[in-house]
């Protein structure tokens, strides 16, 4: 595992944007009545993503872009040629490349303030939990089953927000979970041979920059609200809500194209998150 | 009367478990969203579908790629 980290330019919390900033973000800026405030908020905000693919590479791409303080980059894997017609980050002389490696080299290309870290791995829990402990939001955009049930896991038992996007075929979905609310296992079987991927299903290129747009236009709503309004449950459709307990599901029928977002009941006997996590505890101890 | 992904459906059951037994429901990897809930498989067995209303039940496949 390599870690690399970029220090920071200051090591004060900084309390206003530099001339530079301003300039850079002023069309955001002009979004609020309090832009300047919801911007730093952004400026300290930090976010793992776990999986540099097809949403990691979009997601990555906005948040560097509208000015996160600090994203940990999280893929074992390699560029290969069939990622390129979705994975934005890459160019055809990439392949072979560390994905992660290369993700974080062109996002400081497009803007050298966030703090970028990478970690070229699939984590353990012993090293995902320490990238988590770094981070305030995480978000999944990972590919594959165990995974998922690993970040969920972890998320729950940081406390920390988790925002999840999955692609395949021509399928999209969402979900939005923190510690209040029902978890990803509640839904998914974790014994669950989970077939439903893009090597197998192939993958929409433009369903999953939709997917991972729809993905970071939520974090960027979360990361630069107030911690007041990060807390208040408001309607979905909201322009301040973040659905947290909700599933999205991509459908296009007629004029209904887009998300549609359903609230995701918990599973009382949830190994993870239920009774099943409090009888599991219990055996231990 | 029951919906099932917008279309009326014959099927009669009592519960959202026999309703995925009538329509052989693969055991892992799918969705039900009941009148807008999306409801775990742990508690299909105690939702009873009682047929003085209409329900409307979305069915789909979760995926997991990304
Ligand atoms: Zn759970």
Redesign the interface.
Known sequence: MRAKSVPPEATQPETTLSDTEFIRYSRSLMLADDGDSRQLRLKHARVLIL?V????CPVATTLVGAGVGQLTLIDSDKVELSNLPRQSLYQTGDIGKAKAEVAAARLRLQNPHPRLTVLQCRPDDQQLRQAIADCDVLV??????PT?LQLNRLAREAGKPLFA?????T???LYLLNSQT?CYQ????P????L????T?G?DPALAAVTAQQLAWLLLQYLQATPAQQASAVPVGHANSVPFGH?G?FAASHSQIGFHW?????????ACCGAGADAAQKGAL | MLYINQQESALEAATLAELAEQLALP???I?L?LN????????WAQTALPDSTDHHIEI???????
Request: net charge positive.
């Open positions: 999986g693919g097809g949403l990691g999944d955009c990972s590919d594959n089953l998922r996007g999955a692609v395949s075929g399928s999209a979905q029902a509640c839904l998914v079987d014994n669950w041979q989970a439903q991927n893009c090597r299903l993958v599933y599901r359903y609230p995701l009941h918990a599973n009382p006997s949830c | 055991a892992q990897g969705a969203v807008q809930q999306l409801l775990p498989r742990a508690v789909f496949q979760l995926v997991a790629g990304g």
